[in-house]
């Protein structure tokens, strides 16, 4: 891989007595799409928490490891620190306020940013998401569910990130809606913008990035050029639906239990 923009190294997180992560190492260089694969319980939302320092919000702790960002260290800033930095976060779930307006939602996404290079971004916005600008004065609570996924990337995209992290954009989206949203992610990673995706739709996160990697049970299980792990029969079978009987019933009880006792964080 090229030189990173972001590098992870030994990342070890939890809540309470709960090892969510273990000695997690990643890589996103610059203006790459990297995707972080895994079944429930895999600690995918745990490693962006720790990454955007929302973690304690949740009731959890980064335990041990680093975090570096353009060669600057991340580990130890404040989440609207770590924003300034050049990361946002777009969580699980959308999480846009509900009784503001799209336009204030937008708003509060470029506290943190330039004065000057608001008016640009909000363009951005509006040019990746017409219809947020359609119902700049309508409650954000009262869009769909894909448009209230648009507001979260363009909340997100109004601090003019560098590095994007997003929480499976596609959940519970309609297959068109997700197509639509990833086609945006595709552009805005065209745009320059570096974009570590968590998604548990396999097929659509391969699609997207250049490189992945599998989590299980809070561990870097495999990685590789997103291609080969297209390919791969294990990821295949685990991760994409495409079910070879036999191996299935070779592998089931050894693996396939011991992901589903656990719960995403």
Same mark, same amino acid.
């Given at each position: 891989m090229s030189a990173a923009a972001l590098h992870v190294r030994g990342l070890t997180a939890g809540y309470g007595p709960v090892t969510a992560l273990r000695d997690v190492s990643l890589d996103v260089p610059e203006g790459a799409c990297v995707a972080v694969l895994g079944g429930n319980g895999a600690g995918k939302s745990t490693l962006l928490r720790a990454l955007s320092r929302t973690l304690a919000f949740h009731g959890g702790a980064a335990r041990a490891g680093t975090v570096t960002f353009a060669g600057r260290p991340l580990h130890g800033l404040p989440p609207d620190r770590i924003v300034v930095a050049g990361l946002c976060h777009v969580p699980e779930g959308r999480q846009v306020f509900a009784r503001m307006t799209v336009e204030d939602n937008l708003r509060a996404g470029a506290l943190t940013a330039a004065r000057s290079g608001r008016a640009a971004a909000l363009a951005r916005v509006h040019e990746l998401f017409p219809v947020l600008a359609d119902r700049a004065r309508q409650r954000a609570?009262?869009?769909?569910?894909?448009?209230?996924?648009?507001? %979260?990337? @363009?909340? $997100?995209?109004? $601090?003019? =990130?560098?590095?994007?992290?997003?929480?499976? =954009?596609?959940?519970?989206? #309609? =297959?068109?809606?997700? #197509?639509?949203?990833?086609?945006?992610?595709?552009?805005?990673? #065209?745009? @320059?913008?570096?974009?570590?995706?968590?998604?548990?739709? %396999? $097929?659509?996160?391969?699609?997207?990035?250049?490189?992945?990697?599998?989590?299980?049970? @809070?561990?870097?299980?495999?990685?590789? =050029? %997103?291609?080969?792990? $297209?390919?791969?029969?294990?990821?295949?079978?685990r991760y994409l639906g495409v079910v070879d009987e036999q191996a299935a019933a070779d592998s089931a009880p050894a693996r396939v239990p011991h992901l589903a006792r656990w719960e995403d964080a």
């Open positions: 609570g009262l869009l769909s569910g894909g448009e209230q996924q648009m507001l %979260a990337v @363009g909340r $997100a995209l109004m $601090a003019s =990130p560098r590095l994007l992290l997003l929480d499976e =954009p596609s959940l519970g989206l #309609a =297959p068109l809606m997700a #197509a639509r949203i990833a086609d945006t992610v595709r552009e805005i990673n #065209a745009q @320059g913008t570096s974009v570590l995706l968590v998604e548990q739709n %396999a $097929a659509l996160a391969l699609r997207l990035a250049s490189h992945a990697y599998v989590l299980e049970v @809070g561990e870097v299980a495999a990685e590789g =050029p %997103a291609a080969e792990l $297209a390919a791969s029969d294990e990821v295949r079978r």
